[in-house]
C-alpha cells in the first residue's frame, strides 16, 4: 500500500506564492513520472505539471515561467513551487506518482488526497 499526502495548500492574493509538497511512503522500491494535477469547479481534471524519473519537465502553457516542479527521491517527494499566482489558478491540487515495489518489474499509479489552493483579493 502506498499513500500520497500533499501540504502547502491556502489562500493567497494575486501575484503571490504558495509550494505545494507530495510525499510518498509505504512499499515503494522506486518511483517513477511524479505530476501535479488541479481540477476548478465544473472544469475537468488538468495536467500542471510534470517531471519524469530522469528529471525531464513538463508544463501546462497556462503556467509555464510561473510554476516550477521538483522532486527529492531520497524523500520520495515531489513539490510545486506557484509564483505569480492568478484567480484562475484556484482549484483542488493532486499529486500523482507512478510506484514500483520491492521486488516488482511494474509501476502502479497513486493519486494523493488533494490540497485546496485559493486566488483570490
Known amino acids: 500500500q502506498v499513500q500520497l499526502v500533499e501540504s502547502g495548500g491556502g489562500l493567497v492574493q494575486p501575484g503571490g506564492s504558495l509550494r505545494l509538497s507530495c510525499a510518498a511512503s509505504?512499499?515503494?522500491?522506486?518511483?517513477?513520472?511524479m505530476s501535479w494535477y488541479r481540477q476548478a469547479p465544473g472544469k475537468q481534471r488538468e495536467l500542471v505539471a510534470a517531471?519524469?524519473?530522469?528529471?525531464?519537465?513538463n508544463y501546462a502553457d497556462s503556467v509555464k515561467g510561473r510554476f516550477t516542479i521538483s522532486r527529492d527521491d531520497a524523500k520520495n517527494a515531489v513539490y510545486l513551487q506557484m509564483n505569480d499566482l492568478k484567480p484562475e489558478d484556484t482549484a483542488v491540487y493532486f499529486c500523482?506518482?507512478?510506484?514500483?515495489?520491492?521486488?516488482?518489474?511494474?509501476?502502479?499509479?497513486?493519486w494523493g488526497q488533494g490540497t485546496q489552493v485559493t486566488v483570490s483579493s
Open positions: 500523482n506518482c507512478y510506484v514500483r515495489g520491492p521486488h516488482t518489474v511494474f509501476y502502479l499509479n497513486y
Open positions: 517531471i519524469t524519473g530522469g528529471g525531464t519537465t
Open positions: 509505504g512499499m515503494i522500491s522506486s518511483i517513477s513520472t
